[in-house]
């Protein structure tokens, strides 16, 4: 599958600049911060369409020494490491990008999430957490639901952010505020968490879909 890269505006020309989130394999993952900041400043320097030479001088270091940290053959000093991020136009924290690779991840096994009471739950309706992080990462949550019985009345929501459904079986009529959208499997909607929604129609049984609701950072359970 052939993936576009998405874009942001370049500062200087007005003109779009691929913003990129994949990032190389062979991109360090310990904690060789010599390693990270070589690869940062060869990848921001290539992306200025400056040559080592180019960049040297721009700098104020000489091409060797430029040529060294980019092969992390050398550990930069604080004063050349804020002369680097002030010739590539980035704050000095974009050259350790990657270093703090102690980053936390929630693996959840089919069938093991945990069920969440309480939230319209009655019989036929089912909700299961797919994982949640400590701190900030805390505004994402990501539920699977499963509705297999066709009930007279359905549960309403309304929370702060923003939710997105994606619809995996089935199919079901949902309402948001005074609208109604038919979701079938491979249908997404994205609503505001502020407008009353809801399942208003269970067309075909069982339905299962994907809610993920993004928390506003001052959001508390």
């Given at each position: 599958?052939?993936?576009?890269?998405?874009?942001?505006?370049?500062?200087?020309t007005g003109d779009p600049?691929?913003?990129?989130?994949e990032?190389p394999?062979?991109?360090?993952?310990?904690?060789?911060?010599?390693?990270?900041?070589?690869?940062?400043?060869?990848?921001?320097r290539?992306?200025?369409?400056?040559?080592?030479?180019?960049?040297?001088a721009?700098?104020?270091?000489?091409?060797?020494?430029?040529?060294?940290?980019?092969?992390?053959?050398?550990?930069?000093?604080?004063?050349?490491?804020?002369?680097?991020?002030?010739?590539?136009?980035?704050?000095?924290?974009?050259l350790?990008?990657?270093?703090?690779?102690?980053?936390d991840?929630v693996?959840?096994?089919?069938?093991?999430?945990?069920?969440i009471?309480?939230?319209?739950?009655?019989?036929?309706h089912?909700?299961e957490l797919?994982?949640?992080?400590?701190?900030?990462?805390?505004?994402?949550e990501?539920?699977?639901?499963?509705?297999?019985?066709?009930?007279?009345t359905?549960?309403l929501?309304?929370?702060?952010?923003?939710?997105?459904?994606?619809?995996?079986?089935?199919?079901?009529?949902?309402?948001?505020?005074?609208?109604?959208?038919?979701?079938?499997?491979g249908?997404?909607?994205l609503?505001?968490?502020?407008?009353?929604?809801?399942?208003?129609?269970?067309?075909?049984?069982?339905?299962?879909?994907l809610?993920?609701?993004?928390y506003?950072?001052?959001?508390?359970?």
């Open positions: 599958m052939t993936t576009r890269p998405e874009t942001e505006v370049h500062r200087d600049a691929p913003v990129e989130r990032v394999s062979d991109t360090p993952t310990g904690p060789d911060l010599e390693k990270v900041i070589a690869r940062q400043v060869r990848s921001l290539k992306a200025s369409g400056l040559s080592v030479g180019d960049m040297a721009k700098v104020g270091i000489s091409k060797a020494m430029l040529s060294k940290i980019e092969n992390s053959q050398t550990s930069c000093s604080l004063s050349t490491l804020a002369r680097l991020a002030a010739g590539l136009d980035v704050p000095v924290t974009s350790f990008r990657g270093a703090d690779t102690a980053r991840a693996y959840v096994e089919a069938g093991r999430g945990a069920v009471v309480g939230r319209g739950t009655r019989v036929g089912h909700y797919l994982g949640a992080l400590r701190g900030q990462h805390k505004r994402l990501p539920v699977l639901v499963t509705l297999t019985d066709s009930s007279e359905f549960p929501f309304q929370h702060a952010g923003t939710e997105l459904l994606y619809m995996l079986e089935g199919v079901m009529v949902y309402g948001h505020g005074e609208a109604e959208y038919t979701l079938r499997p249908d997404s909607l609503l505001d968490g502020e407008g009353l929604h809801g399942p208003n129609d269970l067309v075909r049984l069982p339905i299962r879909f809610a993920v609701t993004a506003p950072d001052h959001h508390e359970d």
